[in-house]
């Protein structure tokens, strides 16, 4: 989902919510596919209400290298950028899971502030040189 979209469910909504079982094709290739829904993915976002946005995002991780080779060739990622990841599953990873959170997105979201560079030790803004 691009930034628009999930502004726009965000502004709808009167609290955080979750969106998962993204459809195959709308995120990375490592996110695994779940086996009995075939073209869901096993993954989840938390959005939080008011316009604020991704706060989490998480997923089941795809292990297998055929599957990760196939689906980096339909997904058009770049074998040269992401070569690690199917040269671990060649050799054999465990099946696995996890998340991440943006500690700024959840400060900027708590806070209420307007933008995410004002919750920045160190924000990076165009034309401002700082030492």
Known sequence: MDW??????SL???RPFFINDYPKGLRGFCDREDPERP????NFDLIAHGGFGELVSGSEREADYATIDTRMRE???????YA?????AREGIPSSAGFGMGVQRLVRFL???DALWQVSACPKLP???AP
């Open 4 to 9: 628009a979209g999930e502004k726009l469910l």
């Open 12 to 14: 709808e909504a009167d």
């Open 39 to 42: 073209g869901v993915l096993r």
């Open 75 to 81: 997904s058009g990622a770049s074998p040269a950028k």
């Open 84 to 88: 690690w990841y199917p040269d671990l």
């Open 111 to 113: 806070t209420g502030l």
């Open 127 to 129: 034309g401002v040189v």
